[in-house]
């Protein structure tokens, strides 16, 4: 039997159209002891790499009954079948038989015995201090322009570099922990990274002193975290348990546990946590309920805090009878809850963070909140499932436009931030992930991720929304991910292969100036254009 991954991303909804695999959905629902050995050992020999021992997730999410309520076992056998676009979870209608597939689905809606409990305790009990900060020298222990310095991680043997972005230098190389996810996020001053692992775990390696100082472990299954814009705080958001856990950046204890309830008390995932600057906020995307959670944050102590917040909260907070003081430390970050029509997981918000763009993973709409009347204000026909987190912004024919890749069909969404409507739809030579650009760069670029073409990487014209080149770095390897250098005159691009590479282009002649050989390097992050929420780039 093939030992492929089974990366079952059930997190999202099904994307699979077309089912031609073993078809006979089993009716049962509970297992005997004798199958349910027998189900686990099929579990371990194809799943178990991806998902995690006891089934509580790893590359892969968690496949628990209490994470699979929105997701009917029907459906989940099509996925083990057909296995699943925008995800790396394969087919396995070639290597498992129809009651092989069976089994596994009625295993994976069977309770676990392993505890899914992470209480703050928990958090506090898993960290691991590696070295004394306080040690530690508060200078750059190398030389080399410390805003133009790029975090690439390296997947395929958990890693990441430290890179000098004005040599293309190699500062550093650590271990990291396994399958980190989303976006490592600078503190304000760009001294510190902090990562999150898809296993929970959040590391905090000092730039200056190249070493990762200390770790907790703040969830049993995380999706993603954010960094308050004073610093201060970072905010997890998980899977399992379903909550978001707020930690200090200094030492990385827990602040704060705030289970992911909706008003009824219906338990949601979380999808993914952002912070929102000019709120001085953290917004959380929620899976399994239809709310999305603003989480203002403050300095504690004494109302001159609030002075140039976008949003009065505490006005809202005496009306509607939220608790608000937030000068009071133990009543910090509370949740102030936004219903919405439908579900949404995937957000982008425009530059001053008073809309936001949500989508669910199902639906072919998006929608525009504004987030300080809760209101939804535009439907946009959003039909190749964009990915809104990878989406940017920047100026056409004096309008600020937004572009996402989508991750079902070939296409470049680009939506007026004005009325919202789609502007153009750029074709592209198969779906993508990421898109990137910068200020300072005519160009925005973006990948085909998925399909026979992933070796390709797209260069638009941002005057002209045209594609004007269409590059293949490595022919036959995926090619994707972005980033550009401060001054935005060199980019850099992932060959995303275990015999892969890092490849820096020149930004304006598009040649390429340099190959550095890497393990499967799939994001890169320049402290400059992340702390300063550079347009072009993800936040
Ligand atoms: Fe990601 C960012 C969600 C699968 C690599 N991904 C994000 C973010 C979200 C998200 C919400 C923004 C977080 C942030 O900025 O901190 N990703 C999802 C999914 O729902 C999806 C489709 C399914 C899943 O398994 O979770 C998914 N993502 C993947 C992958 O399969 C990728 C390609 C490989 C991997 O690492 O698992 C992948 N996602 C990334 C990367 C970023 C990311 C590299 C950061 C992009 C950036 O430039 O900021």
Known sequence: MTKLPFLLSISAVLLCSSFAGNTAPTKKTTMSATEIVAAKKLYQDNCQS??????????GPALLPENLARFRKNKAIKVINTGRAATQMPAFNKTLTESEIASLANYIYTPSKASLKWTASDISASKVQHFDQSKLPNEAQFDADLMNLFIVV??????????????????????TRFALHGGPKYSPDGRFVFFASRDGWISKYDIYNRKTVSEVRAAINTRNIAISSNGKYLIVGNYLPNNVVILNTSDLSPLKVIDAKDSDGNSSRVSAVYNAPPRHSFIVALKDVKEVWEIPYSDAGGVEVYKGWAHDYRVEAKAEGWQADLSKEDEQFPVRRIKTDDYLNDFFFDPDYINLIGTARNSHNGQVINLDTKKKIASIGLTGMPHLGSGITWNYQDKEVFASPNIKEGKITVIDMENWNIIKEIKTEGPGFFMRSHSKSRYAWTDVFFGPNNDKVHVIDKSTLKIVKTLSPSPGKNAAHVEFTKDGKFVLLSVWDMEGELIVYDAETLDIVKRMPMKKPSGKYNVYNKINYERGTSH
């Not at 991806?50 to 590359?59: S, T």
């Not at 390296?154 to 271990?175: C, I, M, P, Q, V």
């Open 50 to 59: 991806c998902h995690g021992v006891d089934r509580l997730g790893a590359m």
């Open 154 to 175: 390296e997947l395929g043997d958990h890693s990441a570099s430290l890179l000098n972005g004005d040599t293309f230098e190699r500062l550093d190389r650590f271990k």
